[in-house]
């Protein structure tokens, strides 16, 4: 059985007091029989303050990003043991923003799931088609040669290792989700490569989220399909209201 997960993602928002601002009142808004599992990503300078209010809290803290390598000159840059050592325990890569706006590459992508992984921190590979692509009927193919690469050989046994987050570019920010039968497809579908490439015990237990304009009137609509496991939150996730709506939606029982 998966237990359901929604992450609020909240890219280059909220510095050091705001983010504890927020993340105070999610966790307090959590005090309900919720069985979802619920966390945060906040921007690198907002982890530390983050981390602090989370010292006994079962809201998990995710990093946006992070580099392959373990330390030397990366100026800006930022380890998966700094990110440990932070109290950081998933992390997200390969979010679209990441490919498109910085140039990052199915292969450097890889590299960093399995940098993550090696230091035991979940990766969230998050995976997804332009519109274009959709267009020209490529959904599944680039999908699948993102779920590749950015698997490489990082060992899976029971799935709670990895986390894949299906995105469609075109509904990222944009307020157009994905229609359910267009999710339903595709998450059938990487469930499916994840079984091809690691065994149906591996794939059974990896958790497949949705992202692309979640809101508290679409969640549990999307949350309901089989093979959706939660969602991965942008917009929605920066006011606490609409983030907790959004995590009730994927409650288990
Ligand atoms: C995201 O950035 O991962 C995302 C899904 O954003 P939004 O919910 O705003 O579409």
Partial sequence: M????????????????????????????????????????????????????????????????????????????????MLTEAGVKMVLLGHSERRTLFGETDEQIGLKVAAAAARGL???????????QRDRGETLEVVGRQLAAGLGDMPVSDGSELVVAYEPVWAIGTGRTATPEQVDEVHRAIRGMLTEHRG????????????????????????????????????ASLEARSFLDILFAARTE
């Fill in 2 to 81: 998966r237990r359901p997960l929604v992450i609020g993602n909240w890219k280059m928002h909220l510095g050091p007091r705001d983010a504890e601002a927020l993340v105070r009142a999610v966790d307090e808004g959590r005090l309900s029989s919720n069985e979802a599992q619920a966390g945060v990503a906040p921007p690198y300078i907002s982890i530390p303050a983050v981390s602090a209010c989370l010292a006994n809290s079962e809201l998990l803290l995710c990093a946006q990003n992070m580099h392959q390598e373990e330390k030397g000159a990366f100026t800006g840059e930022v380890s998966a043991a």
């Fill in 122 to 132: 979940v990766p969230v590979l998050c995976i997804g088609e332009t519109e274009e």
């Fill in 200 to 235: 149906a015990v591996a794939a059974g237990g990896v958790r497949l989220l949705y992202g692309g304009s979640v809101k508290p009137g679409n969640a549990r609509e999307l949350f309901s399909l089989a093979d959706v496991d939660g969602g991965l939150i942008g917009g």
